[in-house]
């Protein structure tokens, strides 16, 4: 690891077997301070056992995990606040209510809870449902208020297990746009576990966990440029000439329908195409490789070569 990287979670090796089943197969990996950390995974890929470990909630069976080089379950639950896969607020109390409630087991006076609060309430929004029954908030609200509960004792990082799963998008927006405004204005950590890839595409850096193994670690950029495929189409006017055209530089394409596919091309290799085929060109389009294309290509690809390349330039 570089020494200049203020490095807030580390985790080394670490294992957890449940019977036969590795859950958790010798991971390791690193978040650095004040970043927005995605860790991504098919179900059942060990991303709720790392964290439950992480949240000292769990004891792995090897391997160990640091908060602030600290490995003292005390330190690190103080230091931590974590969102679960489930919410797990109390459905007849109201949302203020379930935070003071639960503010008072962090704080230990009434006044230190009530100013606690106030803050909270309007880091996130809470004013306009804060009196309402928690059973009675939409699934969006209910997330924000469960958000608000882990924050509550002024943790440095944020844990949070899928918390824009089963939200619609626009809540899924809303929720988003709260943790990348408490990483930014409040310099919190926030690790996150997530299924949606559109949304790891604004994580700094994204790490992928398949049976219980890391698959690919690097940050959204660095993993489309390895695993994902620009593609450039033109539709012709005349395809003979283009596909003359194209055999004659020997650029490889593939067609379909009436579309000419190059994969990967060079920038300055398809301002050429488009420039020597100016009269000829319908239409053309140039679509980036997405964070979609990486995580089926390596959920469901075999680990290839540019991945042990990865695993081995990179220190992570
Ligand atoms: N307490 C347990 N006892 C036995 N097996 C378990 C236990 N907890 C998890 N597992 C198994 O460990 C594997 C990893 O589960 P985990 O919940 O960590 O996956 P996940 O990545 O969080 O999946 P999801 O996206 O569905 O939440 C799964 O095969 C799961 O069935
Ligand atoms: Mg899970």
Redesign the pocket.
Known sequence: MASDIDVILQVNSLIKK??N?V?VNDVSFYVERGSFFAFL??????????INIITTLLKQDSGDYYINGKNDDFYIRNKIGVVF?ENILDNFLTVKENLCYRGALYLKNDKLVKERYDEIRVTLNLEEFENTKYKNLSGGQKRRVEIARALFANPEILLLD?PTTGLDPESRKVVWAILKDLQKNNNITIFL?T?YMEEANDADFVVIINKGKIVAKGTPSELKQQYAKDIFKIIPKNKTNLKNYLKELALPFERVADQFIIENPETEQAIKVLNDNKDNVKQFELIHGSMDDVFIKVVNGKQDTKTENLENNKSQ
């Open positions: 449940f019977g089943l859950a995974g098919p179900n059942g890929a060990g991303k709720s056992t790392t896969q899928e576990t299924h």
